[in-house]
């Protein structure tokens, strides 16, 4: 044990003067191994950190960095990734699986350095390699930095609140039979509140969340949506939300009845106790329209006031927009706007130096005739970015970047700027389906000023998609419905106070587009937040050049970097 110790205690020695720590450092162990939960009257063996579902909480301020050794003694090789957390000039500790290192093996570890920079409010980590993070996953809190406070009034309590999908069967069983076919993979069985599905499943009444909370006071409410495949609404009975914060970055308080939050985001919201003492329903559905398949349960928890009343024989549940309501997810969206005060400056790029047009599509890949694929025939599903469906390399891409004297040509070829047939996006009915494949990405110069539009298409399954940028937030400075409109469309961007978020929802046939400033360098994955699109290549890597100076420039590898061999 002694030695064990020692060991641990000189990687954690090596990556602190490795590191450039400002703030407070704060060190985490964590062991990554199968778990037993019984759910749904059903006991399934699941991968957790430190045997909990779902997975432990990081506290610190902004500013502060913070060392997590993780230990895997779990079956199988896995990355965790730091959702939200910029990383300045470190990607090497990022995690996306064979984007930025090799999975660490069973038996192995890594010390693993989290660079906290401007990110205020809620964060969160996850795994990155399969579909691990069903249940491996959690929350990073991060409190305002010393001597700052909240822009509201510091609140009575604070509670994670995280959304996940439960699967009775191995989830990694799930994705080997999906891939095996071709096709969709199965739903999962439930939804989970703080890793409880609640009354309205099977042996779940007993075991369904709560939070206590007390009249007249006002919870803060850190809500992460951990959930692999839908994008969700979320309500309170008889209380309503304020919205102080998104991905990490605070916005101009509003309030409202319900959220929309896809896989990926998170949302800090206040509630006030303000109704009579009892129970009332936190309920959580999805938002869906398409023809895909996808879990249509429901989710409950609820909030109990303390004190002393009879128990209601009927508890209050929230309405809820319909299911395929996109009106009602869209205009929540565009409610979201920076505070951009001079305590929380943004800075919008305006002289953009580098357009992408970005089709977002579902496509197919013919198979041979040996595979067993069965979708429209010998098919099986794809994915892609302006056709072209990402490919992950079988080595560390950014270990690959370096070695090659930082020469994108060596490692990828570049995605083009553009569709590389213009179509209407929308309304297409006689485009093909098919779409090729390769390692593909984007390179930048540091300092370039930055606009994406993505725009969904009519191809294949259509339906929203959430797309996250690592080592980046970025601003969504506007979003519509139908084709993209060059000559009109960005006339009417929000230039003054865009939410600055990682995460963002590309409508059903219809736009986002997003800017942001490339002065991070390093290799940076950019992908669809839905599990099963991201493992059918819709994806992407966006390489930022170093810059002219050291504190422009990556940082070296660390010496203990998971081997790829």
């Given at each position: 044990m002694g030695l064990i110790s020692g060991v641990?205690?000189?990687?954690?020695?090596?990556?602190?003067?490795?590191?450039?720590?400002?703030?407070?450092?704060?060190?985490?162990?964590?062991?990554?191994?199968?778990?037993?939960?019984?759910?749904?009257?059903?006991?399934?063996?699941?991968?957790?950190?430190?045997?909990?579902?779902?997975?432990?909480?990081?506290?610190?301020?902004?500013?502060?960095?913070?060392?997590?050794?993780?230990?895997?003694?779990?079956?199988?090789?896995?990355?965790?990734?730091?959702?939200?957390?910029?990383?300045?000039?470190?990607?090497?500790?990022?995690?996306?699986?064979?984007?930025?290192?090799?999975p660490i093996k069973p038996g192995g570890n890594f010390t693993q350095?989290?660079?906290?920079?401007?990110?205020?409010?809620?964060?969160?980590?996850?795994?990155?390699?399969?579909?691990?993070?069903a249940t491996v996953h959690g929350a990073i809190k991060v409190f305002p930095s010393k001597g700052t406070s909240y822009p509201f009034h510091k609140p009575d309590g604070d509670q994670t609140i995280v959304f996940?999908?439960?699967?009775?069967?191995?989830?990694?069983?799930?994705?080997?039979?999906?891939?095996?076919?071709?096709?969709?993979?199965?739903?999962?069985?439930?939804?989970?509140?703080?890793?409880?599905?609640?009354?309205?499943?099977?042996?779940?009444?007993?075991?369904?969340?709560?939070?206590l909370v007390e009249t007249g006071k006002t919870y803060l409410l850190r809500i992460v949506n951990a959930i692999l495949n839908e994008e969700m609404f979320f309500a309170i009975a008889n209380h309503n939300m304020t919205v102080v914060g998104s991905d990490g970055a605070y916005v101009k308080p509003f309030s409202t009845d319900y959220l929309f939050i896809t896989p990926g985001q998170t949302m800090d919201v206040l509630v006030t106790a303000n109704q009579s003492a009892s129970y009332y329903y936190m309920v959580l559905t999805p938002f869906l329209d398409t023809d895909s398949s996808y879990d249509n349960t429901t989710s409950r928890a609820l909030i109990k006031y303390s004190g002393?009343?009879?128990?209601?024989?009927?508890?209050?549940?929230?309405?809820?927009?319909?299911?395929?309501?996109?009106?009602?997810?869209?205009?929540?969206?565009?409610?979201l706007k920076s505070l951009a005060d001079a305590a929380h400056p943004i800075n919008v790029p305006k002289n953009i130096t580098r357009q992408y047009f970005m089709t977002v599509s579902v496509n197919l890949f013919a198979c041979p005739n040996s595979t067993g694929c069965t979708v429209a025939g010998n098919n099986k599903l794809a994915a892609s970015l302006n056709n072209n469906s990402f490919v992950l390399p079988s080595t560390a891409l950014l270990q690959e970047y370096y070695d090659n004297n930082f020469n994108v040509n060596r490692i990828a070829d570049q995605l083009p700027n553009k569709p590389p047939t213009p179509f209407n996006y929308t309304t297409v009915a006689n485009m093909s389906t098919y779409t090729s494949e390769g390692r593909r990405v984007i390179t930048l110069n540091y300092s370039d000023e930055v606009e994406i539009v993505f725009q969904g298409t009519n191809i294949g399954a259509t339906q929203n998609h959430p797309m996250h940028l690592h080592g980046y937030s970025f601003y969504l400075v506007g979003t519509g419905s139908a084709d993209f409109d060059n000559g009109t469309d960005?006339?009417?961007?929000?230039?003054?106070?865009?939410?600055?978020?990682?995460?963002?929802?590309?409508?059903?046939?219809?736009?986002?587009?997003?800017?942001?400033?490339?002065?991070?360098?390093?290799?940076?994955?950019?992908?669809?937040?839905?599990?099963?699109h991201t493992t059918w290549g819709m994806s992407t890597v966006v390489i930022v050049k170093n810059g002219g100076t050291k504190k422009t420039s990556m940082r070296p590898p660390p010496s203990y970097m998971p081997s790829c061999s």
């Open positions: 641990f205690g000189f990687i954690f020695l090596s990556a602190l003067l490795f590191s450039n720590a400002q703030g407070a450092v704060h060190k985490y162990y964590w062991v990554v191994k199968q778990t037993n939960f019984t759910k749904l009257c059903t006991t399934s063996t699941v991968l957790t950190v430190n045997d909990s579902f779902p997975g432990p909480e990081i506290h610190a301020r902004k500013g502060d960095t913070v060392f997590v050794t993780v230990q895997n003694d779990g079956p199988y090789g896995i990355t965790i990734h730091w959702h939200g957390v910029r990383q300045p000039r470190n990607p090497w500790s990022d995690g996306p699986e064979y984007i930025t290192q090799c350095e989290i660079n906290l920079s401007t990110e205020e409010g809620t964060v969160w980590w996850h795994a990155h390699s399969d579909w691990s993070r996940s999908s439960w699967y009775k069967s191995k989830v990694m069983d799930v994705l080997d039979e999906a891939l095996s076919t071709g096709g969709d993979p199965n739903v999962s069985d439930a939804y989970t509140i703080n890793g409880e599905p609640g009354d309205l499943y099977n042996c779940s009444k007993e075991t369904m969340y709560s939070l002393n009343y009879t128990t209601p024989s009927s508890i209050p549940t929230p309405t809820f927009p319909n299911i395929s309501d996109s009106i009602s997810a869209q205009l929540f969206v565009v409610r960005p006339g009417r961007f929000n230039l003054v106070d865009p939410p600055e978020v990682n995460t963002i929802a590309v409508p059903r046939k219809g736009w986002s587009a997003i800017r942001f400033k490339a002065d991070n360098p390093g290799v940076w994955f950019m992908h669809c937040h839905f599990e099963r």
